[in-house]
């Protein structure tokens, strides 16, 4: 279904994660995996590449990332929509979610948490700075190795509204020759 | 243009920045405004209303947002694209932003920065924490006071991938049904 990826600059995973996707966080902690659901996320820096997210303490996923101090952030499409809502409507205190969601989970190359397989993208992540943890759950996270499908170009992402809905994906417009070389 | 606003729950403010949308970021100073894009922020709480915001310490934005201690952020639609590429491609140390792109300025209920008329939406903003802002320009704000447009309900707002280009925003799916309560 989804084609094989291939790896990717770390620098620009902005290029996924900017336009605000909703995306599903995979853990592992004592040979139990589990995947969360995750909307509240940010990009803050190319270089080293940091991702800000917001994971509530009441997951399953919160401690299990808290004290392994690591994940992959995969980017689901649209094809994968009951998935991603079946995932975040169940625990992983409950539930194996590979299993019950028909999902592959894949060694990743730098960190101890399975890639999606059926993902566009997974990005392979090391816990950066927590200093923001336990005021506002807010984990700081350096990405150190991304993995992206080569097709399609632009993947049909979901973007959470709230109330059960998603804006999906719509046409890609481009003002490139507008920017100045250094704004792009 | 745009119809007028109304007043907005704070508390439900994902319904509009979840989504990841380029936002413009208005701010004023010593009797003087300005307007930067971002589209580095999430949320990271309903109640109080908090949002992060990354800025770059390189905008004109920055010292007057961190001296001031508020902004307002506004959502932009695809009507305003150029306007958005324009101001993120010159400088409020040389340009005045609202004179330059015709943007009409209008006062705030709560805090002392101007709101964007032409957008579809205004958020006004607080400095709620300032913890992160030497180490990585991140900014925690309070939404306090919230307007909305009544139509339409699904604006069509602008995502950021890099490069000069943009995602737009695509059809509205809803899998409603399918939600736990406590997780819509």
């Known amino acids: 279904m989804v084609k094989p990826k291939q790896p990717f600059p770390v620098s620009d995973v ?16 004592q040979d139990k995996s589990n995947i969360m659901t995750m909307g509240w996320h940010t990009v803050l820096e190319f270089t080293p590449s940091l991702v800000g997210c917001m994971i509530t303490s009441g997951n399953h ?15 689901p499409t649209t094809a994968l929509t009951d998935t991603v809502v079946g995932i975040g409507n169940c625990s992983g205190a409950e539930v194996d979610k590979f299993a019950e969601f028909g999902l592959t989970a894949e060694e990743a190359s730098a960190v101890d948490a399975p890639l999606i397989r059926e993902c566009h993208a997974s990005f392979e992540c090391r816990l950066h ?6 005021r506002y759950n807010f984990f700081i996270f350096e990405v150190v190795h991304a ?3 080569a097709s399609p170009k632009h993947p049909e992402t979901l973007h959470y509204l709230g109330d059960g809905q ?14 100045l070389p250094d704004r792009l």
């Open 166 to 179: 998603f804006m999906t994906a719509g046409p890609i417009i481009s003002r490139k020759s507008k920017f």
């Open 129 to 134: 700075d927590d200093a923001l943890v336990e």
């Open 61 to 75: 996923s919160f401690n299990m990332i808290r004290k392994s101090g690591q994940c992959v952030i995969n980017l």
């Open 147 to 149: 993995h992206v499908a």
């Open 14 to 29: 902005r290029r996924y994660l900017e336009p605000g996707p909703i995306v599903l966080v995979s853990s592992r902690w």
